[in-house]
């Protein structure tokens, strides 16, 4: 089983950046997968999830600038990043589940610096 997280970087406040996370040895559509961050000396925090049917949840302080998406074809998790601040920098790991299971990917480092 393999997570691979993808597409951090160090980018101004106010600009985007995509998260990718390519799935293998999963049956990916099956499992509600997500993103969580953690920051410098903080605990690790759910940042959104989508689960098999689609249905999505963020976290307060990012609603209505990230989007979750997933793409079952190419077992591909989304999180588009948008109006970045400083407080979201952090390391960006994405997450899969079922019942019986949950997968972590290695974490893409997000820094938003002026």
């Known amino acids: 089983v393999q997570l691979q997280a993808s597409g951090g970087g160090v980018v101004q406040p106010g600009r985007s950046l995509r998260l990718s996370c390519a799935a293998s040895g999963i049956v990916f559509r099956l499992h509600v997968v997500g993103w969580y961050r953690q920051a410098p000396e903080k605990q690790r925090e759910l940042v959104a999830l989508i689960t098999s049917d689609f249905n999505t949840n963020y976290t307060d302080s990012v609603k209505g600038r990230f989007t979750i998406s997933r793409d079952n074809i190419r077992r591909t998790l989304y999180l588009q990043m948008n109006n970045l601040t400083p407080e979201d920098t952090a390391v960006y790991y994405c997450?899969?589940?079922?019942?019986?299971?949950?997968?972590w990917g290695q974490g893409t480092l997000v820094t938003v610096s002026s």
């Open positions: 997450n899969a589940v079922t019942s019986r299971s949950t997968y």
